[in-house]
């Protein structure tokens, strides 16, 4: 796949990322993870989008309070609750840089990691996502394991060589995310949609910290079931996948 990756455009203020945020009902965290994001990329031209799946505390409340002390933070919010993909989904679409952050929510993901990762994505033309990999995970010892058993089923199943495809720290080039197919958890498979669509994916090692406000959106049995019909369907994806070896302009 060949798109034009040069470096993106920095001229009258425009961004040169977009850190994308989904939260649901994260009150006692977004606030602060947002201070977070913007202390960690300093004075780089960012933008913060934090999209609220329909929260029902005072997320979006205290969020609002946030924006008058850091400029560069956006909030959109659904109307009702759609999921962390439909997230993910509308602050990319809504994002004007050509890379985008992801990270979770609930302050877990550690943002010091993000500004690396995003520099090394945009100085390789031939990467269309970098994923973290949570080191020392800072969650309960059935959740690892269900996590550690689900990763090496689907890496198995996908060949997409992911050892952490739940950890929301990602960065990813914009044009190649709106190639992807939309459904309903499409955030769990991004690096196999990725290469799927002829992109390279590369992996790096990143800080992961103890949720310290609210809980947590997901139980191991419905991940699981719910993962059931997402990983079959992306194996059917991948099997009819057929590549047209490049494109020429005539």
């Avoid at 977009?18 to 965290?29: C, F, H, K, R, T």
Wanted: glycine content about 10%.
């Amino acid at each position: 796949m060949s798109l034009d990756n040069s470096p993106p455009p920095v001229a009258n203020g425009e961004p040169v990322y977009s850190i994308v945020v989904p939260v649901l009902n994260e009150q006692g965290a977004a606030p602060a993870l947002a201070r977070e994001i913007a202390t960690a990329f300093g004075d780089r031209l960012i933008e913060i989008l934090f999209v609220d799946d329909g929260s029902t505390d005072d997320t979006v409340a205290l969020l609002s309070v946030s924006a008058k002390q850091i400029p560069r933070l956006r909030i959109l919010r659904h109307r009702r609750t759609a999921g962390q993909s439909r997230a993910i989904r509308t602050g990319v679409l809504a994002a004007r840089a050509s890379i985008i952050v992801t990270l979770d929510g609930d302050g877990q993901n550690d943002p010091a990691d993000a500004p690396a990762m995003a520099a090394a994505l945009a100085a390789d033309a031939g990467l269309g996502l970098i994923g973290g990999v949570r080191r020392l995970r800072r969650d309960s010892r059935s959740k690892r394991w269900a996590s550690k058993a689900a990763n090496a089923i689907r890496r198995g199943l996908l060949g997409d060589g992911a050892e952490d495809t739940g950890c929301g720290l990602k960065v990813f080039r914009r044009d190649a995310y709106l190639l992807l197919p939309y459904f309903d958890h499409n955030h769990r498979y991004l690096p196999a949609l990725m290469q799927r669509e002829g992109f390279q994916v590369a992996y790096v090692g990143v800080n992961h910290r103890q949720r310290q406000n609210g809980q947590s959106k997901y139980n191991n049995w419905a991940r699981f079931w719910g993962s059931v019909s997402d990983l079959a369907g992306v194996m059917w994806l991948g099997s009819r996948r057929r590549d047209h070896g490049g494109v020429d302009s005539l």
